[in-house]
């Protein structure tokens, strides 16, 4: 009987000999590690991913968070917010805060971060096409609170390339797509240093179905295109590079994962030095990882405690810079509080109770880790040498190349659950006959009528000359070459609304 990953790789009975590997933590290529020191300096930031309903509602889960230990938040915006759509618009109907928060303007961001001091906190926001209208509310509302920009942190995913291949929130095509990527590049260099300015995301692609490698090779794939695009802007590699996240996946196989987290620092080494980097800094793949919400079962929910368990330490172990842990019961619902508790302290039984933290890179020198890093690693180069080929990654994703992988990786996986060839404890093994889930957290539908109301207000207490005058200014420098961002924050600052700054820029770039 063979014995293979989940990516088909396949594992020998006893690995005996050492790779020969010598480097320390903290050196490049940075196998082992970004810092020398890692978690002996600081734990990684214990980030929980929340937004539902209202600005007001988040609000008050953003503070219960943070009073249990939180370091960071996380932003979950809601399907309208996502693709540029205000919570009046009919195309928003029946979604208006259901897979996160609703935010329709300046006005609803002041109100999400109500008593939260952005000058002390770090930021994660998960959102895409509309990137760079979401950045600048979180800037204008820090400029607000008289916050030093030049200090604010934290990161904004805007990363379009994985919603064309895998998730489907895009609104413009590709090139003004990845004109407004690189043009917030740009701008936070110099305005917001310390921010960074994109998280190439693996998390959507493993979600969608692929496989590790899969994950690790199309994510990269994906960042050497956007480094591409910035070099082609003038950029400089050695500035704008230090502020490229990623954000990963954690699923199961919990000796694969750690190898493909420490294959993808080595890897994102070579590429940002083969583009020019030399700056260490430059060099290094900083990453957030989230605990895989597609691993996550509806039956018997309290197994999922422990799925993310083992998920969260395998992305400690290799060496994650941020977490978030999934609740138990999202294969249900958006997680409910008490969830929310037992995945955070899942973190912190790791960070302080597991002695984990102890040492940099603990399975270094693993004979078996060590190996399967280097095969994580040949496996992905095989995959980036033939998206190269093609002529990088948004090629490969017009051509459905990317798309088509992952959509037979998915059908294979699921083909095995179905034939018993993977076990998932309490699906398709261990089953039992359940009584349907009490305490689901659900949203009202009322939401949004109650976001159409405040819209109804605003736009009649605003300076709507101020708003058009924006807006034009917004369309004409859409239209040209000028970086957007100052315009899309001017536009913001006079409580312009996401659909109506998003729609001036539809009106230019058009949909794809």
């Not at 990137?131 to 990161?155: E, H, N, R, V, W």
């Not at 959509?407 to 018993?420: K, L, M, P, R, T």
């Not at 000359?465 to 420098?477: D, F, H, N, R, S």
Request: charged share 20%; hydrophobic share 40%.
């Amino acid at each position: 009987m063979k014995f293979k990953t989940t990516s088909g790789i396949e594992l020998k009975e006893v690995y005996t000999e050492p790779s020969g590997m010598n480097e320390l933590p903290g050196e490049f290529p940075f196998t082992r590690g970004i810092q020398k020191d890692m978690y002996r300096g600081k734990p990684w930031t214990m980030r929980q991913y929340a937004g539902f309903s209202t600005a007001e509602e988040s609000n008050k889960r953003y503070h219960y968070l943070l009073s249990q230990g939180t370091m960071g938040l996380s932003v979950a915006f809601d399907l309208p917010t996502q693709i540029g759509y205000d919570s009046d618009n009919a195309m928003a109907e029946g979604e208006v805060g259901k897979v996160g928060v609703a935010i329709d303007s300046l006005r609803d961001m002041e109100v999400l971060f109500d008593g939260i001091q952005l000058k002390d906190i770090t930021t994660s926001m998960t959102i895409n096409a509309t990137a760079p209208i979401l950045l600048g509310m979180y800037i204008a509302l820090a400029k607000k609170q008289g916050a030093d920009l030049k200090q604010l942190s934290g990161t904004v995913q805007n990363d379009i390339l994985k919603e064309y291949a895998a998730r489907g929130t895009y609104i413009y095509p590709p090139g003004p797509s990845m004109r407004l990527i690189t043009d917030v590049f740009e701008y936070c260099s110099k305005e917001v240093p310390k921010w960074n300015t994109i998280s190439i995301s693996g998390y959507h692609i493993r979600e969608a179905g692929s496989t590790a490698v899969q994950e690790l090779a199309f994510t990269l794939a994906n960042g050497k295109a956007y480094l591409k695009a910035a070099l082609e802007k003038g950029l400089d590699i050695n500035v704008f590079a230090k502020r490229l996240s990623f954000f990963f996946n954690c699923h199961n196989n919990f000796f694969e994962e750690i190898a493909k987290f420490r294959a993808a620092r080595r890897m994102w080494a070579y590429i940002t030095k083969d583009l020019g980097a030399t700056d260490p800094g430059a060099q290094k793949l900083r990453f957030h990882a989230q605990t895989g919400g597609s691993t996550l079962t509806a039956q018997q929910p309290m197994n999922n405690i422990v799925r993310v368990s083992t998920q969260a330490l395998a992305a400690v172990l290799g060496g994650t810079q941020s977490l978030h842990t999934n609740g138990y019961d999202e294969a249900l619902s958006l997680p409910t509080e008490a969830a929310a508790k037992i995945a955070l302290r899942t973190q912190q039984i790791i960070a302080f109770e597991s002695g984990v933290t102890d040492t940099v890179d603990p399975l270094a020198g693993s004979y078996f880790i060590e190996a399967l890093t280097d095969e994580l690693e040949k496996e992905a180069q095989r995959y980036i040498d033939k998206i190269d080929a093609m002529g990088g990654a948004v090629k490969a994703i017009e051509q459905d190349y990317i798309q088509q992988e992952i959509a037979s990786s998915a059908y294979e996986y699921q083909n095995q659950v179905e034939a018993g060839e993977r076990t998932i404890v309490g699906v398709n093994k261990y089953a039992e006959n359940e009584a349907p889930a009490e305490n689901v957290f659900r949203v009202d539908d009322s939401i949004g009528k109650a976001q159409s109301d405040k819209l109804k207000s605003l736009r009649a207490e605003r300076d709507n000359l101020a708003v058009q005058e924006a807006l034009a200014q917004l369309k004409q420098a859409a239209v040209g070459t000028q970086n957007l961002m100052p315009f899309i924050l001017s536009a913001v600052e006079s409580y312009a609304t996401l659909g109506e700054i998003a729609d001036t820029m539809r009106s230019v770039f058009g949909e794809y």
